[in-house]
């Protein structure tokens, strides 16, 4: 089973779409959280930090079920702007674990 | 958040000859972390790279094939040795930032291509 895995997109979805992206984890003890985004040719950038208590930047809301051992992260309002691949990434110590990345594109 | 100057962008390298890599960061870091990125692939942690000691390498991963430099707080290099058409990829440096619950910040990336 692999530490990090993703809905396997590609996710294509006209501009103004609600898009939600999943991701579960393996390492139960794992501490922290992130979403983050990757444009094509260019490093990753954080988008996110996720919490237990879930939590909302703009038009992007980020949860956590630590229960079940899943992160989520909710897109409102698609903008074009938003095609992107998007990484779930699970942070153990100082190590961090990478999910294959979900691949989103936002159409006219 | 720490600022990442990473070279060179990209090249293109023949078999059997070495890249190095540089990192250089605006600021004090412990640690910083190198990752693969293959075509089409996530991330994954080459090694660790620790002042004053010697680099902390993932399994499946060798000092003899990726020698990494750590002379002080700010600088790393990486040497991707003996290239083969495999070791075609992306490699980004990184360190833990102080944004977003020490996340990490990626370097620009160095986009490699044996042939």
Request: hydrophobic share 30%; glycine share 6%; charged share 20%.
């Given at each position: 089973?692999?530490?990090?895995?993703?809905?396997?997109?590609?996710?294509?979805?006209?501009?103004?779409?609600t898009?939600?992206f999943?991701c579960?984890?393996?390492?139960?003890?794992?501490?922290?959280?992130?979403?983050?985004?990757?444009?094509?040719?260019?490093?990753?950038?954080?988008?996110?930090?996720?919490?237990?208590?879930?939590?909302e930047?703009?038009?992007?809301?980020?949860?956590l079920?630590?229960?079940?051992?899943?992160?989520?992260?909710?897109?409102?309002?698609?903008?074009?702007?938003?095609?992107?691949?998007?990484?779930?990434?699970?942070?153990?110590?100082?190590?961090?674990?990478?999910?294959?990345?979900?691949?989103?594109t936002?159409?006219? | 958040?720490?600022?990442?100057?990473?070279?060179?962008?990209?090249?293109?390298?023949?078999?059997?000859?070495?890249?190095?890599?540089?990192?250089?960061?605006?600021?004090?870091?412990?640690?910083?972390?190198?990752?693969?990125?293959?075509?089409?692939?996530?991330?994954?942690?080459?090694?660790?790279?620790?002042?004053?000691?010697?680099?902390?390498?993932?399994?499946?991963?060798?000092?003899?094939?990726?020698?990494?430099?750590?002379?002080?707080?700010?600088?790393?290099?990486?040497?991707v040795?003996?290239?083969?058409?495999?070791?075609?990829?992306?490699?980004?440096?990184?360190?833990?930032?102080?944004?977003?619950?020490?996340?990490?910040t990626?370097?620009?990336?160095?986009?490699l291509?044996?042939?």
């Amino acid at each position: 089973r692999k530490e990090v895995e993703q809905d396997p997109g590609p996710f294509n979805v006209p501009e103004g779409a609600t898009v939600a992206f999943n991701c579960t984890y393996s390492n139960s003890a794992s501490q922290s959280f992130f979403w983050y985004r990757q444009d094509c040719r260019k490093e990753p950038k954080l988008l996110m930090s996720v919490y237990s208590s879930g939590n909302e930047d703009g038009r992007f809301t980020a949860q956590l079920n630590r229960a079940s051992q899943y992160i989520s992260l909710l897109i409102r309002d698609s903008k074009l702007s938003d095609s992107a691949t998007y990484l779930c990434v699970v942070k153990d110590n100082n190590d961090m674990r990478f999910g294959a990345g979900t691949r989103l594109t936002v159409k006219p | 958040s720490a600022v990442i100057s990473q070279k060179p962008s990209r090249d293109i390298c023949q078999r059997g000859t070495s890249l190095t890599i540089q990192c250089q960061v605006d600021s004090q870091v412990t640690m910083m972390f190198w990752y693969r990125q293959q075509p089409g692939q996530s991330l994954t942690l080459i090694a660790t790279a620790n002042q004053g000691s010697e680099a902390t390498y993932e399994s499946g991963f060798v000092i003899d094939k990726f020698p990494i430099s750590r002379p002080n707080l700010t600088f790393s290099t990486l040497t991707v040795s003996n290239l083969s058409p495999e070791d075609s990829s992306i490699y980004l440096c990184s360190v833990s930032s102080w944004v977003g619950d020490y996340g990490y910040t990626f370097g620009s990336g160095t986009r490699l291509t044996v042939v």
